[in-house]
């Protein structure tokens, strides 16, 4: 199966996590998609049976920058190839933002639904103020993604 991975990263941590769980998906077996830059038309190409979204959140409760083109594309195509697709999304965010906690992950679920994109599993979330070793937090997680995809 080929999962693609959309990254969301202001400083780069949602990066790590996300070339993590590519890592951790190719040795359990899947084949992976990821470009933290990817168009729409690369991320079509790479014809995805899957899709992991890994995002943090900026400004109150907003999608990092080289994420808002990608999103904006999905979201004016809602391309047909990716109905019915299962997926998920890990959010990275800060509870001390209060209710724009994992804000930019809480649009990509909104974007999933809009694109018939199945959530096999609830969102992680990641809170910088609790923690600051977010990769291997979200280890168990994927391996629960794993066993449902
Ligand atoms: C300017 C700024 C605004 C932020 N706004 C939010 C927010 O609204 N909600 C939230 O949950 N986290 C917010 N955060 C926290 C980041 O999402 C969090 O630190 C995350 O781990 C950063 O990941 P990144 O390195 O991939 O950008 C903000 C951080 C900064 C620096």
Not at 24 to 50: I, K, V, W
Not at 71 to 77: A, I, K, N, P
Not at 93 to 118: H, I, K, N, P, W
Request: net charge negative; glycine share 10%; hydrophobic share 40%.
């Amino acid at each position: 199966m080929k999962v693609a991975i959309l990254s969301g990263s202001v400083y780069g941590t949602a990066e790590e996590v996300a070339r993590h769980a590519s890592k951790l998906l190719e040795d359990a077996g899947f084949e992976t998609f990821y470009n933290p830059r990817a168009s729409l038309d690369e991320l079509l190409a790479s014809a995805p049976q899957a899709l992991l979204a890994v995002t943090s959140t900026t400004g109150m409760g907003e999608l990092p920058d080289n994420l808002q083109p990608l999103y904006s594309m999905l979201r004016d195509q809602l391309p047909a190839a990716l109905r019915g697709l299962p997926g998920a999304v890990i959010g990275l965010g800060d509870a001390s933002y209060g209710d724009t906690f994992c804000g930019g992950g809480e649009q990509l679920r909104e974007l999933f639904m809009e694109l018939g994109v199945r959530e096999v599993q609830d969102m992680l979330r990641l809170d910088a103020s609790e923690s600051v070793t977010p990769e291997a937090d979200a280890e168990p997680w994927l391996a629960e993604l794993i066993k449902k995809l």
